[in-house]
């Protein structure tokens, strides 16, 4: 998708940083184009409304790939589990919405537009404070990666050599 590719290029600069501030600026717009969805009228035309709303759907969709480009930060071994537990996450919020537009139509609208505004400065304190953090896991899961890329590679060989040894004590 268009916003795994956006944040593969911001990871190739800032590394995991990159992806918090790509999936930042992907949910900051993506609720700006639904907040501003909901100041449209009849007068504004049918044009207006069916662009903020296909540009609000592309950065949904950006959003998303966004969010699945740093699962595998998350926990490398488990990439899997870590992303059936995101896309469980993401059936509730679609639960959720569809909830809050049943009780209340226009004013859902801003609703769900204002949640991820909302979301997206709280990833936005997560960088600004938390940004030696972000920076430490990624490193290890980096070293992480190195060393699990060594003992697989050598594994078949020490295989081998164990097959042999119970063979021969046999």
């Not at 940083?17 to 909901?38: K, P, V």
Request: overall charge positive; proline content about 2%.
């Amino acid at each position: 998708s268009l916003g795994g590719y956006m944040s593969d290029k911001f990871y190739l600069k800032n590394k995991i940083l990159g992806r918090y501030w790509c999936l930042f600026i992907q949910t900051f717009i993506m609720g700006i184009l639904l907040c501003s969805f909901t100041t449209l009228n009849i007068h504004s035309g049918m044009f207006s409304s069916i662009l903020l709303l296909s540009l609000w759907a592309i950065f949904t969709a950006m959003t998303e790939g966004g969010v699945f480009s740093i699962v595998p930060s998350i926990e490398p071994y488990a990439v899997g589990g870590v992303s059936g537990i995101v896309g469980a996450g993401g059936n509730i919020g679609a639960l959720f919405g569809m909830s809050i537009m049943f009780l209340v139509y226009r004013t859902g609208f801003l609703i769900l537009g204002i949640i991820p505004i909302f979301l997206a400065l709280i990833l936005l304190y997560i960088l600004i404070i938390k940004k030696n953090y972000l920076l430490v896991t990624d490193n290890i899961h980096m070293c992480d990666r190195k060393l699990t890329t060594m003992s697989i590679a050598y594994m078949p060989q020490s295989l081998n050599n164990l097959e042999n040894n119970i063979i021969l004590s046999n």
